[in-house]
């Protein structure tokens, strides 16, 4: 669906170039949720806005279903372009033009007319939930009804592809809860392929399928959210999933314990906590739980608990093979032996 091949985007500026995309290569395929994290000047608003052509890149290429945008001329390039649609953190709405003018603003630039304007901008004020904002002003809109406005106008031209530049880092997080709901409503309903950067995991845990890790304008790490959560292999991937996977565990008591301290990490909660007690009733070792939490990863649940096993060592070691094999993943994190 989205190609993206060898990408390369240097900005000239008066103390000499500066690489803000550093050779990516992707693939977003069609109706996933795909997201790109980073910290800020990782290069992911470089890399979203070269995927429309906002940015012109140095050299490599974006193909959308096909089409090669970066070999495109001028006018292929604008009627391309209406079909990726953008949504932004500040939401760049036009604050003298009512709700409706904002969004039939995208409709005019498709030459449609006022009939078709009009019966578009009301389903996709229906769409959105804003039917009784027709008329209002963005001043007179919360931040997350703003969004909706952003949504409307950019889902307005049917687009294949919706970006998304940090769409929910202004929002609050019940704001943000909504707005991603949103997004993952569009997702199912229309079918439509959305890219989004942030820097918030919570916000790629919510919703998308697969992600990216950019560091310095190239891509550390790519693969399914749920996959990385789990195994995360670069340590700047590590990091972003221990925002959300982080326990903090008493070093008092980590130094007491006299056995091995494990994290266990398995798909649903009932899945975990009868291996637990199956491998407490098969072999003679003692489990304390001394942490356990669900997370779902776009409505997946995964399962962590940090357990203490004691007993003699050679019995541990069993138990812990034998939990090993009945669950995602399992870590050693002391071994007090
Ligand atoms: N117009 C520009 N001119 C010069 N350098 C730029 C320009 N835009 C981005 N850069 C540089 O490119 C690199 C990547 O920036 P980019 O904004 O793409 O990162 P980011 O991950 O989106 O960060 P943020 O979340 O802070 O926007 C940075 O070093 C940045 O300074």
Do not use: W
């Not at 997350?144 to 294949?160: E, F």
């Not at 990216?212 to 972003?240: C, I, R, S, W």
């Not at 990863?297 to 070691?317: C, H, Q, R, S, Y």
């Amino acid at each position: 669906m989205i190609e993206v091949r060898n990408l390369v985007k240097e900005y000239k500026t008066k103390k000499g170039k500066v690489t803000g995309v550093d050779h990516v290569s992707l693939h977003v395929k069609r109706g996933e949720i795909f997201g790109i994290v980073g910290y800020s000047g990782a290069g992911k608003s470089s890399l979203l806005r070269c995927l429309n052509l906002l940015e012109k890149p140095s050299s490599g290429e974006i193909l959308i279903d096909g089409i090669p945008l970066t070999s495109l001329r001028k006018a292929e390039l604008r009627k391309a372009r209406l079909k990726i649609g953008m949504i932004f953190q500040h939401f760049h709405l036009v604050s003298s033009k009512t709700v409706f003018e904002n969004i039939s603003f995208a409709l005019k630039a498709a030459h449609k007319n006022k009939a078709e304007i009009d019966k578009r901008v009301t389903e996709l004020l229906e769409m959105v939930g804003l039917s009784d904002k027709r008329n209002a002003y963005p001043a007179q809109l919360s931040g997350g009804q703003k969004q909706r406005v952003g949504i409307a106008r950019a889902l307005a031209n049917d687009p294949s592809v919706l970006l998304c530049d940090e769409a929910t880092s202004a929002l609050d997080p019940s704001t943000t809860q909504s707005i991603l709901s949103l997004l993952k409503k569009i997702n199912r309903e229309l079918g439509l392929t959305i890219v989004l950067i942030t820097h918030e995991m919570d916000v790629v845990k919510e919703v998308c399928d697969r992600m990216a890790v950019m560091q310095n304008g190239a891509v550390v790490e790519e693969g399914h959210v749920y996959d990385l959560f789990t195994n995360p292999a670069n340590p700047l991937t590590k990091e972003f999933i221990n925002t959300i996977l982080q326990f903090s565990i008493p070093a008092s008591l980590l130094s007491a314990s006299p056995g091995k301290i494990v994290k266990i990490f398995f798909q649903g909660a009932a899945a975990g906590e009868a291996v637990i007690s199956d491998a407490l009733q098969t072999f003679k070792v003692k489990g304390n739980i001394l942490h356990g939490k669900i997370e779902y990863i776009k409505d997946v649940p995964l399962g962590i608990f940090i357990i203490e096993l004691t007993g003699d060592p050679a019995e541990v070691d069993r138990a812990i093979h034998y939990i090993q094999s009945r669950t995602e993943k399992l870590e050693v994190i002391q071994d007090a032996a």
